[in-house]
Structure formats: structure tokens, C-alpha cells
């Protein structure tokens, strides 16, 4: 096949839209990978600097005992793969937050194993971490579960700049990985947060056992929200003694370029991030992601529960390959 490279073409990518069909998304996903990369770093150099990436640094700041039953998740009740953890304080997470921005971080994300924001104690401390780390000029992301738009509004008050929540995976595919609650109840908070003026980080994981399908079909539904998500983390599944999906295959690194290429190529403006599972990849295979147009990792020796590569194989790997971290904003 020998389809002219035009990225700038509605079906092709590179053009801001909302009305992508599954086919068009399943049309560039199964195009060959070097003509695929191709039309996604043209658009990718048209949007971003070609040599920047954003380092975000995660802090779980309430570890486990989740009443959701994500089928990935270790901090789900009820797989019990990690054990539950008081929630952290507010210093500790600026010292946290302290640590990472003076390792080389823009961005900070503070992760709560809830199903749902609950007004009270917990909250309002969340309220004050958020401020602690905008106080230490660091972007401040936040993934707490559903929100009410009350709460989001809140969060927007206490200057949080992004919430991440993801849709994971397609709408069909959704009832396989998770049975309490539902795609829309997703789809709801988003909006909570876009209507509060946060921005928006929505991405999903691959290798949970869904087809090609279900990945376009989810890219489709992040490229359908307007604006789009400004930041899609693109996850690999880390398998997790305990979760019923530890004993899955690992996936092909080549569908994880093809994910961050297809995403660049449908949501041109927004970073994509190349999120967890990157310690099962080898430096090769990050950099043709990086290249392909993800430009945001999370960086620090630990995700959430799992492990993170360490930092200083990340300075080296960056460093190797000439790229620059993106400068604090202010
Ligand atoms: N409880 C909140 C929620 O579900 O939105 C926030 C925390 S939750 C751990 C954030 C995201 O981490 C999930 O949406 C999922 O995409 C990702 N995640 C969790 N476990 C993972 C795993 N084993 N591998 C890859 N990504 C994972
Ligand atoms: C996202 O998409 N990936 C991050 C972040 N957003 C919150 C979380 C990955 C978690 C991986 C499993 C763990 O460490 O518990
Ligand atoms: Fe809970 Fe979030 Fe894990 Fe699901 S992904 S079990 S909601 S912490």
C-alpha cells in the first residue's frame, strides 16, 4: 500500500475534529508502522517543539482499599494486591513534591484509590496539597474517581490545573475490566472538570485483553470530546500479582507505538503522555515512542503502587537522545 503521506487531510490526521469514525481511526492504526510514525511526527513537529518532553512525578497519596473493581488495579478491594495505607499528610506530600521538582519535574499528580470524591476531612485536605504545590510553582494534577461539579469547582478554587481521569478502554470492551459503575459515569465527570475549568487528562491502558478495535474506538471517544483531553496518558497494562489480569501476555511494544502515533494524529495539540509499563520496554522502544509523538512520561522510581524506571536511567535516556525536559511554565 502506498497511500501519499498527507497529514494535514481530515482522515489523516493533523486536523483538530471531533467527528472521527472508528474506521477512519481503524484505517491509520493498521497502516504500516514506518508510514504510520511517519504522518504522526509530521503533525507532531506542525504542533510541539521536536526535542521537548514533560516530566510529570506521580505520589499515591491513599494507597489501596478501593471499593472498584477495575480488573487491572491493585489497589481494588477486591483483588487485594496491595494492602490499604491511611492517607498521607499534607507535608508529606510537599516534601514529596519538593523532591521531584527539584529532580527535574514540571508537573505533579497525586493519586487517591477512591471511587468518588466524599466532602469532609479528606477532601479538604486534598484541597490544601493542591495548594501546598502550586505554592512550590508546579503544575498540580490530581485523579481522586468521580467528582460532582460542586467538588470540581472546588479544586479549581484551590488552583489544580488538571484532573486525570481515565476512560481506559472502549465503551464495549468497558464491562469486561469493570462491573461498578459504568463508561458514562466516566464520561460525566469529565465534563465536571472541563465545566470547571481544569484541564482534562484522559487516556487508557492496552494489553487488558481488548482487540484493535476497542483501542481505535477508545482513542475515538477521547478525539470526539470537545476540546480535546490536553493530555492523554497512554498506559501499558503492568500485570500485578493478584489482579485477575496478571497472567496476560505482555503487549507488543509495536501497538504501543501505534497507539501514541494514532493519538497524536487524531488529538494533534494534546501531550501524550507514555505512561506506565515503560519498565518492561526497552530505551529503543521509548525512544521510536517518543518519536512517534508521545512527549510526557512520568518520571520517578514509582508510579503509584508499581515501579517506575529510575530516574537516572531517564536523565541518560533523555540525555542520549538530545531531547530537553519542558521548562516550569512559572
Ligand atoms: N481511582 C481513581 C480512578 O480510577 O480514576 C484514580 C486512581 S487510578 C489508579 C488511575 C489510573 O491508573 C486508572 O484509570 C488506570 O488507567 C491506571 N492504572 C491502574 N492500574 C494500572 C495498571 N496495573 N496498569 C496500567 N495502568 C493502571
Ligand atoms: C495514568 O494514566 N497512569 C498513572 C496515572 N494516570 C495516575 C497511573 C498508573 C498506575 C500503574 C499501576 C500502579 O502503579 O499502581
Ligand atoms: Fe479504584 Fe481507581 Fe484502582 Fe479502579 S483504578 S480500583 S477506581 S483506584
Redesign the pocket.
Known amino acids: 500500500m502506498n497511500a501519499p503521506l498527507n497529514p494535514g487531510s481530515p482522515a489523516e490526521g493533523g486536523v483538530i475534529r471531533h467527528d472521527w469514525t472508528l474506521e477512519e481511526a481503524r484505517a491509520l492504526y493498521d497502516l504500516p508502522l514506518f508510514e504510520l510514525v511517519d504522518r504522526a511526527r509530521a503533525v507532531h513537529l506542525r504542533y510541539h517543539p521536536r526535542d521537548e518532553v514533560q516530566l510529570c512525578t506521580l505520589l499515591s497519596v491513599k494507597t489501596g482499599g478501593?471499593p472498584?473493581d477495575?480488573a487491572?488495579?491493585?489497589?481494588s478491594s477486591h483483588h487485594q494486591a496491595v494492602p490499604g495505607e491511611k492517607m498521607l499528610n499534607v507535608d508529606e506530600v510537599l516534601e514529596a513534591a519538593g523532591r521531584a521538582k527539584d529532580a527535574g519535574a514540571t508537573r505533579f499528580c497525586m493519586?487517591?484509590?477512591?471511587?468518588q470524591v466524599k466532602d469532609g476531612p479528606a477532601f479538604d485536605r486534598v484541597l490544601e496539597m493542591v495548594r501546598g504545590v502550586k505554592g512550590l510553582g508546579l503544575e498540580a494534577c490530581v485523579?481522586?474517581?468521580m467528582l460532582t461539579e460542586e467538588q470540581a469547582r472546588r479544586l479549581k478554587e484551590a488552583g489544580l490545573d488538571a484532573y486525570?481521569?481515565?476512560l481506559?478502554t472502549s465503551p464495549d470492551f468497558y464491562r469486561s475490566i469493570i462491573r461498578t459503575r459504568e463508561f458514562e459515569d466516566r464520561l460525566r465527570t469529565l465534563k465536571n472538570v472541563r465545566e470547571a475549568g481544569i484541564t482534562v487528562c484522559s487516556g487508557?491502558?492496552i494489553g487488558m485483553g481488548e482487540g484493535p478495535n476497542d483501542r481505535c474506538a477508545m482513542l475515538r471517544e477521547l478525539a470526539n470530546l470537545d476540546p480535546h483531553p490536553e493530555s492523554v496518558p497512554v498506559?501499558?497494562?503492568?500485570r500485578?500479582p493478584g489482579?485477575p489480569l496478571e497472567s496476560l501476555p505482555p503487549i507488543d511494544p509495536t501497538d504501543l507505538v501505534r497507539m501514541v502515533a494514532l493519538a497524536r494524529l487524531m488529538m494533534p495539540r494534546s501531550k501524550v503522555r507514555l505512561?506506565?509499563?515503560r519498565t518492561e520496554l526497552t530505551r529503543e522502544a521509548q525512544l521510536f515512542c517518543l518519536y512517534a509523538g508521545a512527549n510526557s512520561i512520568f518520571y520517578g522510581d514509582r508510579l503509584?503502587t508499581?515501579p517506575n524506571p529510575d530516574v537516572t536511567d531517564d536523565t541518560s535516556l533523555i540525555e542520549a537522545a538530545g531531547l530537553r525536559p519542558q521548562a516550569p511554565v512559572a
Not at 493519586?111 to 471511587?115: I, L, V, Y
Open positions: 478501593c472498584e477495575c487491572y488495579c491493585p489497589q493519586g487517591a484509590a477512591w471511587r485523579t481522586l474517581g486525570n481521569h481515565n481506559d487508557g491502558i498506559n501499558a497494562l503492568v500485578v489482579t505512561s506506565a509499563g503509584l508499581t
